[in-house]
Structure formats: structure tokens, C-alpha cells
């Protein structure tokens, strides 16, 4: 395991939908390690190297909302998209108002999170101090491959790098609360299943500690 970060991560909204519902939207009371893991690596990702969240420290008080949003229940075909930009025309399939679904959704309203990230070398090189310093300067001067979002893209979010002591937690979050089973991280395997892993979380004073992939308290 390598150098830890510390990245501030906020927006007006977020959605981290519980697998088990199946047509509302229900997000999760805070945002998961594999969304945090998301928002790390859309500013810095390398093939050589795996991001591991190891807390999570929750800002503001939990919040939620509720809104209607619309859904489709089909993707446009990859391979149409390719043809017609190969072409420069053509028919991609696009959308049509009976595949437009409206769903209602509990989001999460006006979050603010710090993440503790630490990164292993999977191949390659061993250089830790390279991509530290590296999503180091890019997190300091905004920068990022894709824009972080929190749970789905319409949420998108800004972040800060944290360099000195985390933020103190609303006070509303002071004590210990159980926030359940939470989903930790998906292994998507080469014959394209996904292998979900969950974790028992609790929050003390706003920070949640996150055991690794490994350990004993993940289940699947």
C-alpha cells in the first residue's frame, strides 16, 4: 500500500441507489466506497495502479429529498453509433417517447464528503511517489479525465485537495449510527457478470472506517 490522499468532494445532490430497489430509486444514507472510488479515479487513473477507499468523512447532516426523473429502458446500439460515425450518417436508434420511463427517486440534498484514498502498484514500475505527485497536482489545479458525479451524472460534483486536517463534521453527526449493510465495491469479471461485495458500516462523529476487500467483515 502506498501514500494516502485526502480529497474534499461536495454538490447539491446525490444518488447511491440501494441494489435492492428495483423500480423507485433509494440512495444509501452516505456515498459508498465504490463511488468514492469513482470520483478519485476520474481524476486520476492509471492501469498500473488500484485505489483503495479507507474513510470516508461525512460533512454535512444526512438529508434527503425526493424528485421525479425520467429514465430510458434502452441504450442506443454501440455498434449503429460506430457505423454511423464511420458514414457520417445514419440511423443510431435514437430514443422514442415509449421507451421513456418516469421514476420516482429519494436523493440525497446539499452533500459534502472528504475521502482517504490510498493506491497499490498492480504491474509495472514501482514509483509511489510519481502518482502521488501526480493526482496531487491535478486534484490542487481541478483538474480531472471526466467530471466526478456522485452516484449518477446529473449530480455532478466539485472537489479540493485536502492538504492539512480534515473539516470538522456538523454537529449533528456527532455520536455512533449504524447505517447497515452498505454495498462496498463490484469485481466485474471477464464473462461480463458482476460480483457485488457489501460490508456492515457505521459512522462515528461523521467518519466511517472502510475494511478492505480482504478482510472478514466484507460479504458477498
Avoid at 440501494?18 to 423507485?24: A, L
Avoid at 465495491?185 to 467518519?207: L, Q, S, V, Y
Wanted: hydrophobic share 40%.
Amino acid at each position: 500500500m502506498s501514500f494516502g490522499v485526502k480529497l474534499h468532494v461536495w454538490a447539491d445532490g446525490a444518488l447511491f441507489t440501494r441494489p435492492e430497489m428495483k423500480v423507485e430509486r433509494l440512495s444509501y444514507d452516505v456515498i459508498t466506497p465504490s463511488a468514492a472510488r469513482g470520483v478519485i479515479e476520474a481524476i486520476y487513473w492509471k492501469p498500473e495502479i488500484r485505489w483503495h477507499i479507507q474513510k470516508i468523512h461525512v460533512l454535512k447532516p444526512i438529508q434527503f429529498t425526493t424528485l421525479r426523473r425520467n429514465e430510458v429502458g434502452t441504450k442506443i446500439s454501440a455498434r449503429n453509433a460506430q457505423q454511423a460515425m464511420k458514414a457520417g450518417r445514419g440511423s443510431i436508434g435514437m430514443f422514442v417517447e415509449e421507451e421513456r420511463q418516469q421514476r420516482a427517486a429519494t436523493v440525497l440534498r446539499d452533500v459534502a464528503y472528504v475521502i482517504e484514498a490510498s493506491f497499490e502498484i498492480v504491474k509495472g514500475e514501482t514509483n509511489d511517489a510519481k502518482h502521488l505527485d501526480q493526482f496531487n497536482r491535478r486534484a490542487r489545479a481541478g483538474q480531472c479525465y471526466t467530471r466526478p458525479f456522485l452516484g449518477c451524472r446529473e449530480f455532478a460534483a466539485d472537489f479540493a485537495l485536502v492538504e492539512g486536517e480534515v473539516p470538522k463534521p456538523h454537529n449533528a453527526l456527532t455520536g455512533r449510527r449504524d447505517l447497515g449493510w452498505m454495498l462496498h465495491d463490484i469485481d466485474f469479471k471477464k464473462d461480463g457478470t458482476r460480483e457485488p461485495f457489501f460490508f456492515h458500516a457505521h459512522m462515528h462523529d461523521g467518519m466511517i472506517d472502510v475494511p478492505p476487500l480482504s478482510s472478514d467483515e466484507v460479504r458477498r
